[in-house]
């Protein structure tokens, strides 16, 4: 992953800018790494969070991501179409849907762990 030619604008203490890039160059190579295993960067996150936190309700994925609640619903949706995330009921809240990954999301997180774990060891 080469720079961006801008990385040097705002000159060498400029770390917000610095910080803003190098989240949107890595967040573009992991949209193309995911796009392998056909899942987005959205699906990436609830799945991701499930598989290593443990079963989650959407609303505890918003806060861990900082995301809206459109983005996890629609990347909820998205995973319960391919068969990678089920709903179970909450047991102490009636209104709650726990999400937990099945066995085809489990599969897909190692891979996808596994070629993130590489990636980063690369570029640090």
């Known amino acids: ?5 801008v990385w040097n604008r705002g000159g060498d203490y400029f770390i917000p800018f610095r910080l803003l890039l190098l989240a949107r160059m890595i967040e573009r190579e992991t949209s193309r790494d995911l796009a392998s295993f056909g899942v987005t960067v959205a699906e990436w996150r609830v799945l991701s969070q499930c598989c290593s936190m443990g079963s989650s309700s959407a609303a505890e994925i918003c806060t861990a991501f900082e995301a809206d609640r459109a983005e996890v619903s629609r990347a909820v949706a998205g995973l319960l179409k391919e068969g ?25 997180f190692r891979g996808v762990r596994d070629m993130r774990d590489a990636y980063f060891s690369e570029i640090l």
């Open 1 to 5: 992953m080469a720079l961006l030619p």
């Open 84 to 108: 990678l995330i089920q709903r179970e009921p909450d047991s102490n809240h009636r209104q709650k849907m726990r999400i937990t990954p099945t066995e085809a999301g489990w599969k897909i």
